[in-house]
């Protein structure tokens, strides 16, 4: 292991005086002494400076599908940085491995999915996204369908758009005035918005739900409806059955353009390609970013439909949107080389065949214990829902969120890194994970559950009764 430069201690002074992480308290971390500084990785263990290994239940921040520490990742960096490492494709310029993921990206979203615009990340991926069907309907003498509809708790990133469209409450407090244009819906969160309903009938509530606000709104002033296939930051809500497919026919009675955030469910997260395609939907746009690289490099991009394009082309005139580091050569480059090599060590179809149905089986047993509400799981995206008593998503201490990160530090602490999401244990592991690691996962969530125990009796005990 390559050593720190710096001692430790002084590291992290560092940290606390000059970094402020994304997503984090800053008072918390100035208490607590600085970040974790992690130093290596490989394959699905990530080691700190202190020399703890932590098997990475999340993928990094769920995007390390191929595993750390390919060295042909690292190759095709290096030779592309070496032959060009820049250039941008503003000028009608281009470069190869730009191109030649373009065609790929186009091939594996098939359909009518014929085209592709890179950006950086996520956010901006959804930036792009809106752009797009704002304009687009601009473009066909519409221009007053321009209302995006989303869900309640969908996450879309962390930009002023990414949040405005998005529907995370505590992150919708900090920084607004927000973009207008965009309205939230019923999530379909079965554990917690149609707890104990028949899932049918829940199911026929968020389709119903969805329907009503685009009649309320009036649709023709409806440009699009975006959802992840599963949400994942959220808290890996996935939809009852039926839910997509009548969806993506709602979208088609009245006009509507379907968006699917892709971000994590892309690139074989669900056992499939992308979430659409288990699912079987077809959207209008594709917004993915995350394994796209593995995480390797920043890169995210947005696919678009034939129609889309044959718009904007038949319109002329530019198209007045774009990033510096849009198609990035080195960031496709190694796009392209991380794709083949979920092609050739066929992680896809391993994920909806075997690690998949691994991880079920597994869940499965998990949810006897006395303290899951329910386990769940699709490819290798799973959840454990921490309840105060079983049989009901009651939650410890009368409200949400205080039992989670009790049990995700003791995971930490046991060697697993894995997220709490309010009281919901969320997993995202590499691709590349084999059973015995599955185990291992949950054999320590199962430690860390019983390990919590009189911390749990004593959120319990704050409850009046
Ligand atoms: C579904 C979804 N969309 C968008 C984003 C934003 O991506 P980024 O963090 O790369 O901006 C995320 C990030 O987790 C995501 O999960």
């Given amino acids: 292991m390559k050593p720190l430069t710096h001692d430790l201690a002084a590291l992290r002074g560092l940290d606390v005086e000059h970094h402020l992480p994304a997503q984090q308290d800053y008072r918390l971390m100035r208490d607590s002494g600085g970040s974790r500084i992690i130093v290596r990785a490989e394959d699905c263990e990530i080691f700190d400076a202190e020399g703890k290994e932590l098997l990475d239940g999340m993928a990094g921040l769920w995007c390390v599908n191929v595993g750390y520490g390919r060295e042909e990742l690292a190759r095709v960096a290096y030779d592309q940085m070496r032959e060009l490492p820049y250039y941008n494709t503003f000028f009608r310029t281009a470069s190869e491995p730009t191109v030649l993921l373009s065609a790929k990206l186009a091939d594996l979203l098939g359909g009518k999915l014929t085209h592709v615009f890179f950006n950086n990340s996520g956010s901006e991926a959804i930036d792009t996204a809106i752009r797009l069907v704002r304009h687009f309907w601009q473009i066909k003498g519409q221009p007053d369908r321009n209302v995006i509809i989303a869900r309640n708790n969908a996450y879309h990133g962390s930009t002023i758009g990414g949040v405005s469209l998005g529907g995370m409450a505590a992150m919708k407090k900090q920084g607004g005035p927000w973009v207008p244009g965009f309205e939230h819906v019923l999530q379909p969160y079965t554990f917690n918005e149609g707890f104990g309903e028949d899932p049918a009938k ?248 019983d390990a919590a125990e009189p911390q749990l009796l004593a959120l319990q005990a704050q409850v009046p009764k």
């Avoid at 739900?209 to 009036?218: K, M, N, Q, T």
């Avoid at 082309?313 to 990033?323: E, L, N, P, Q, T």
């Avoid at 386990?375 to 079983?390: H, K, N, P, Q």
Wanted: aromatic share 6%.
């Fill in 202 to 449: 829940f199911c026929d509530r968020a389709v119903a739900a969805i329907e009503e606000r685009i009649l309320s709104v009036g649709p023709d002033k409806v440009a699009a409806f975006i959802g992840e296939p599963v949400q994942g930051a959220g808290g890996v809500i996935i939809p009852p059955e039926g839910y997509w497919p009548r969806v993506a026919q709602l979208c088609r009675k009245y006009g509507i353009l379907l968006i699917c955030d892709e971000v994590i469910c892309g690139f074989g997260r669900l056992g499939s390609w992308f979430g659409f395609q288990h699912y079987g939907v077809q959207p209008d746009l594709v917004t993915m970013a995350k394994g796209l690289s593995s995480g390797y490099l920043p890169i995210s991009a947005v696919g678009v439909s034939s129609e889309i394009v044959t718009a904007l082309r038949d319109a002329g005139g530019m198209f007045v949107h774009g990033y510096t580091y849009s198609g990035h050569p080195v960031a496709t480059a190694v796009a392209l080389r991380n794709i083949a090599i979920l092609e050739r060590e066929h992680l896809v179809t391993r994920t909806a065949n075997d690690t998949g149905p691994w991880l079920a089986r597994g869940l499965k047993e998990l949810a006897s214990h006395p303290r899951v509400g329910e386990a769940r799981s699709l490819g290798l995206l799973g959840a454990v829902e921490i309840v105060a008593r079983r049989g009901t998503n009651e939650r410890f201490g009368g409200a949400e969120g205080k039992a989670g990160p009790i049990v995700r530090d003791l995971c930490i602490q046991q060697g697993l890194m894995v997220r709490a999401i309010r009281d919901t244990i969320v997993m995202c592991p590499p691709l590349t994970i084999s059973h015995e690691k599955i185990d291992r996962m949950l054999k320590i969530i199962r430690q860390a559950l």
